[in-house]
Structures are given as structure tokens and as C-alpha cells.
Nanobody
Framework: QVQLVESGGGLVQPGESLRLSCAVS????????MAWYRQAPGKQRELVAQ?????????TYADSVKDRFTISRDNAKRTVYLQMNNLKPEDTAVYYC????????WGRGTQVTVSS
């Protein structure tokens, strides 16, 4: 059974950076496209960024995070990363990773709070 463990969240001020990690255990990690999602209080979970499988991984981003966030993966470490720069208060949410298009069971996520 696949387990997802997100980490790296925290409380930061606007303009600062965070790097989130998602460790994946179980399954054949390298063949799956992966994504980061976020869910703010009172809102639906939304797709933030995704990265395809394979050596020439392609990435796509939500318009709201384009040019600020970077998704990457290390298949040897079975880990997906989300580098978040120039954070804004509207980035405050719980961040989750999962496979795409068919997700595994969701992990607990990691809280990101951007506030001055």
C-alpha cells in the first residue's frame, strides 16, 4: 500500500521561501506522474503543480503559482519536492502530494502559513 508523507511546511513572512518534500513508500513511484495540491480553509482542494514520470519530466503549474513555485522529483529517493519562492498570504493552505491522474490515499499534508 502506498503511503505519502508531506513535510517542510511552516510559518513564514510574505516574500520568503519554503521547500516542501513528499516521501512516497510502496508502489512503483517512477512510473507515476505526481502533483502537489493545496486546500485553504473553506475552499476546495486545488491542483498547484504536476510533473510527469520519465527522464524528461514535464511540469505544469496553476497560474497563481507560475514563476514562483517549482516542482521536481528524485526517483531514486522516491520523493517529490515543491520549491516555493516569494510566498504570498494567499498561498496559506495545507499542501498535499499525490499521483495523477488517479490518486492514492491522501496523506496528512503539511501546513503552510504566510503571514506578517
Amino acid at each position: 500500500q502506498v503511503q505519502l508523507v508531506e513535510s517542510g511546511g511552516g510559518l513564514v513572512q510574505p516574500g520568503e521561501s519554503l521547500r516542501l518534500s513528499c516521501a512516497v513508500s510502496g508502489g512503483i513511484f517512477s512510473i507515476y506522474s505526481m502533483a502537489w495540491y493545496r486546500q485553504a480553509p473553506g475552499k476546495q482542494r486545488e491542483l498547484v503543480a504536476q510533473i510527469t514520470s520519465g527522464g524528461g519530466s514535464m511540469t505544469t503549474y496553476a497560474d497563481s503559482v507560475k514563476d514562483r513555485f517549482t516542482i521536481s522529483r528524485d526517483n531514486a529517493k522516491r520523493t517529490v519536492y515543491l520549491q516555493m519562492n516569494n510566498l504570498k498570504p494567499e498561498d496559506t493552505a495545507v499542501y498535499y502530494c499525490n499521483a495523477r491522474p488517479i490518486p492514492w490515499s491522501w496523506g496528512r499534508g503539511t501546513q503552510v502559513t504566510v503571514s506578517s
